[in-house]
């Protein structure tokens, strides 16, 4: 959806480097989710971003959402093999009132390789 | 726990033909969502439901398609007939969503639906 741009489109690093994945929409959200994706297989849940300025980790997986809830980025330090894939950002830009859209937007997504 | 299970895994069908897809969500989430996803369009949202019924379909590309929900545990996307563009991969995914907060969405493996 143009909605929400990923980027970059596709990130090649050598294990053990750090990285950084944008997700921005020309929209304040509701909330922001990110997922991965393996070749050939569902999405997996990290993370879900609400607040502004929010932040959350996971392991090595940081994801932060910015105080105007328009741009999240998710920050994969000491990258390893285990975590190429796609990953894509998901949004939920809400209802009048403050209630869940019910829905969300997917990003194009990026695709992470990690050379050992 | 179960997650959301998908059938079949993978469908190989001849122009013309129509195909069922098929979906069960995790127990107890009341929200239902059929996606489908190709290297030029990303994960696009074809139709959700909310406890059972349909909310939004907007995202179904054509007549062609039809989705029912007959009840909590069943979902079906239907294709007929089916095109050599249909050919795409096919999630369903379910929530349980509690309306003034977001609700992360579970992914099934998805359907790989090639169309000869």
């Known amino acids: 959806s143009q909605e929400l741009e990923q980027s970059p489109q596709s990130l090649i690093v050598q294990e053990g480097k750090n990285l950084t994945i944008n997700c921005t929409s020309s929209?304040?959200?509701?909330?922001l989710y990110w997922y991965k994706q393996k070749y050939g297989e569902g999405l997996i849940f990290l993370m879900m971003l609400q607040k502004g300025g929010e932040e959350k980790s996971h392991e090595k997986i940081t994801a932060k959402l910015d105080e105007k809830k328009q741009q999240s980025s998710l920050h994969i330090t000491a990258s390893q093999p285990s975590h190429a894939g796609i990953y894509l950002c998901g949004a939920d830009r809400g209802r009048a009132g403050g209630t869940s859209y019910g829905k969300l937007t997917f990003g194009q997504g990026t695709i992470l390789t990690v050379h050992p | 726990d179960a997650g959301v299970i998908q059938s079949p895994r993978h469908e190989v069908t001849e122009m013309g033909q129509e195909v069922t897809l098929r979906c069960k969500p995790i127990s107890g989430h009341n929200s239902l969502f059929w996606y489908r996803q190709t290297m030029m369009r990303g994960l696009e949202l074809l139709i959700y439901?909310?406890?059972?019924?349909?909310?939004?379909d907007s995202g179904m590309p054509e007549d062609r398609f039809s989705a029912k929900m007959p009840n909590a545990s069943f979902s079906t996307l239907k294709i007929q007939p089916s095109e050599p563009r249909d050919s795409a991969v096919y999630f369903c995914?379910?929530?349980?969503?509690?309306?003034?907060?977001?609700?992360?969405?579970?992914f099934g493996p998805g359907t790989r639906l090639t169309v000869l």
């Open positions: 439901f909310n406890n059972n019924v349909p909310i939004d």
């Open positions: 995914a379910s929530s349980n969503p509690s309306g003034r907060v977001t609700d992360t969405q579970y």
């Open positions: 929209k304040t959200l509701y909330g």
